[in-house]
């Protein structure tokens, strides 16, 4: 095994259920100093990049009869992709993806962290707090001053808004939701059900030999692990259609980034004819990646178990924000209020306020273990054979915060100088000329950009690109 290879890869790939002597097909190397941080956030990056380009590589010597083919970790290219929702540009404009409600506030004894950037959300936390539609940053700050920080939580949340009280690690550790966090493993990837479903196919006819070819990913993310971990499909070759309902507001900017290889479109499951036309596309899938709270998709069917009884052999994974169980099992959460919660805040920032991450690792590194995690599953779903049976992956932001705090240590340093114009490339879009970092899940004759850019979010026809 190469003398180099950081422990958490190790723990990455055993906690993905995955051979370990295939860490010896893994290399690093590349400057280093491109996420600065107390934390370990290089590490994080370095290990769930790792992982996923390993689990490709894997999946695509199962599928051709091939040696699994090498890796190589450029500390650079992974800096410059965790960093991609910062770096994206379309025509030259960058993207502020945090609206002026989203942001660390003074309560009266300590600091809230708010979510508001989708319009419903910023009406929810100013219904909250008592204050008009019109309401700015300084009305905003001047009740929240009053108000202690957990009482703020408790009436955002309860009001549908996002808002968590800054806690330190022993006050999350102490914690109801954080000490179950604490007992959960990194990852969970199981069998679902026992119905036999369709054949993998050994390749598509007349592609390229990617792992992921011929194969049919309906992605039902948001932002950010989720489209993360869909967009790394897409390079290896899967057919990603990405569904949005049509009344929940999403930024074109955010799909900018993480859209590239996919297709989008709007269904509205409430209607029988939009209904229908998932069914459709639910009957063709092999992979189905949902992103929203736990439990919000239910009612349409959307469980692991409804999914896999109506089609049988279905690769399901599951991402949440705060895990699937506990008093907070069904809240909904975003990185940045994952950091604030967990202690991660308070770790990176200073003794006059709260900090953050140097970019929004937890979903980066959640949406590339994601990946991976699919990968393993259709490797174990091809060497079953004929009877491929169904899996289940369950990840969430919180688990990847434990592993950040608790199971990754400092990893190496240097390199020489980091400068992410290396790792970025251009290419004209439907929307302008887009600058967009290129992935860096890297093998042996794996691909290195995207087949298409993306399109306008929601304009493509509800159906897959081959029958």
Not at 104 to 121: E, I, L, Q, S
């Amino acid at each position: 095994m190469d003398p180099t290879l950081p422990t958490g890869t190790e723990s990455a790939w055993a906690a993905l259920g995955a051979d370990a002597a295939l860490l010896d097909r893994v290399a690093f190397g590349g400057p280093s100093g491109g996420l600065p941080s107390r934390l370990p956030v290089m590490e994080l990056a370095r290990t769930t990049v790792a992982v996923c380009a390993l689990a490709a590589a894997e999946l695509g010597a199962v599928r051709t009869g091939r040696p699994v083919a090498r890796v190589r970790v450029d500390d650079g290219a992974v800096a410059t992709a965790f960093r991609s929702d910062r770096l994206v540009r379309l025509d030259g404009r960058p993207w502020d993806g945090f609206a002026p409600l989203s942001r660390f506030w003074r309560a009266a004894d300590g600091w809230v962290r708010t979510h508001a950037n989708y319009p419903h959300h910023r009406a929810r936390l100013l219904t909250a707090l008592g204050l008009p539609d019109s309401a700015g940053p300084d009305a905003v700050a001047a009740v929240l001053a009053e108000r202690p920080a957990a009482a703020v939580e408790d009436a955002v949340y309860a009001a549908g808004g996002l808002a968590v009280a800054v806690r330190g690690p022993a006050e999350w550790a102490a914690h109801e939701q954080g000490a179950l966090v604490a007992r959960q493993p990194l990852l969970t990837l199981e069998r679902l059900g026992d119905a036999p479903g369709r054949v993998l196919p050994a390749r598509v006819p007349g592609t390229a030999p990617l792992p992921c070819s011929g194969l049919r990913v309906l992605d039902l993310t948001r932002v950010l692990a989720g489209p993360v971990a869909t967009r790394t499909l897409a390079l290896l070759g899967a057919d990603v259609l990405r569904m949005d309902a049509p009344q929940l507001p999403e930024a074109q900017e955010a799909h900018n980034d993480t859209g590239m290889g996919k297709r989008s479109t709007a269904l509205d499951l409430g209607r029988s004819a939009d209904r229908r036309a998932f069914e459709e596309l639910l009957a063709a899938a092999d992979v189905v990646v949902t992103g929203y709270r736990p439990g919000a998709l239910d009612r349409f069917g959307l469980s692991p178990e409804a999914l896999e009884e109506r089609r049988p052999g279905l690769v399901v994974a599951q991402l949440s924000a705060w895990g699937r169980y506990g008093p907070w099992g069904g809240r909904r959460g975003f990185d940045s209020l994952v950091q604030a919660a967990t202690g991660i805040a308070l770790l990176e920032g200073s003794p006059e306020q709260p900090g953050a991450l140097p970019t929004q690792a937890l979903d980066h590194g959640t949406g590339y273990l994601l990946a991976a995690a699919v990968l393993r599953a259709l490797t174990e779903q091809h060497r079953a054979g004929g009877t491929r049976l169904a899996r289940l992956a369950r990840l969430a932001l919180t688990q990847t915060a434990h592993w950040l705090t608790h199971g990754l240590a400092k990893g190496p340093e240097g390199g020489g100088p980091y400068d992410p114009e290396r790792w970025l490339a251009e290419r004209d879009s439907p929307m302008g000329r887009l600058r967009y970092a290129l992935s860096p899940v890297s093998y042996e004759g794996g691909p290195v950009d995207w087949a298409r850019p993306p399109g306008p979010l929601g304009a493509d026809r509800a159906e897959w690109l081959s029958s």
